[in-house]
């Protein structure tokens, strides 16, 4: 699949802290929460509920990647609860846990998740992005903010990069139709190439450096 962010870039827009010092800031439970988690009968599923909560709003993979939370993630919420930060590899392999979890989780917090009819107005704002910038990082962030403020649970970081390649697509073949339309089809010197196929043909061209920041060079004139 093609992707639109580097992996650096991923890491800005999605990934959890894993320093102690801000996870320690971020992710102390409040009362409310700690009374929460302690419903839950068996201490894996304390600290697994507990990273739920945590990541829950943060992270769109986690905690369904197959990448285990952070180490100081687990040691932070292992210390809250009382309990080793080894036991959350009995709760991580309970499918119906990590889904009951995450249910109650979402009613809590007063998220939904994503769902198909959330793709059009995804595209539509990466779309409004993509007017004025190439930079999948600027794009995608437009749509997780727009999810966060809707309270609208993240889909996974490819379902979102997905979307935006298509949103940058379309974008790029309005701005070229525009300016196609713009010139007209009857400019440009009698012999060779005129200056509007040398367009179409420079924007129907793979761009170089997608996901890297690079821009790609104006087009020929």
């Known amino acids: 699949m093609r992707t639109l962010l580097s992996p650096a870039q991923r890491a800005v827009l999605f990934d959890p802290p894993d320093d102690r010092p801000t996870v320690e800031r971020l992710y102390t439970l409040g009362p409310d929460d700690l009374a929460e988690t302690a419903r839950r009968r068996r201490a894996s599923n304390r600290l697994g509920f507990a990273v739920q909560l945590c990541y829950l709003w943060r992270d769109p993979d986690a905690p369904w990647s197959p990448r285990a939370p952070s180490p100081a993630l687990l040691q932070v919420l292992a210390g809250q609860l009382g309990c080793e930060p080894g036991i959350f590899a009995d709760y991580a392999g309970r499918e119906t846990t990590l889904r009951e ?11 939904r998740g994503f769902e198909r009819s959330d793709r059009s107005t995804l595209l539509a704002v990466a779309m409004e992005a993509a ?5 999948g990082e600027v794009i995608v962030g437009a749509m997780t903010r727009l999810l966060r403020e809707t309270r609208i649970v993240l889909p996974a970081a490819s379902t979102l990069e997905r979307i935006a390649l298509a949103a940058r ?9 525009g300016l196609i339309r713009d010139l007209g089809l009857d400019q ?3 012999a060779g190439r005129s200056p ?4 179409r043909s420079w924007a129907a061209r793979p761009w ?12 020929p004139t």
Do not use: M, N, Y
């Open 188 to 190: 440009g010197p009698a």
């Open 208 to 219: 170089p450096g997608c996901g890297s920041g690079r821009k790609r060079p104006a087009p």
């Open 196 to 199: 509007v196929r040398r367009i």
């Open 169 to 177: 697509a379309q974008a790029r073949r309005q701005a070229f139709a």
């Open 101 to 111: 979890h995450r249910a109650e989780i979402e009613a809590r917090l007063g998220l």
């Open 131 to 135: 007017t004025s910038t190439d930079r």
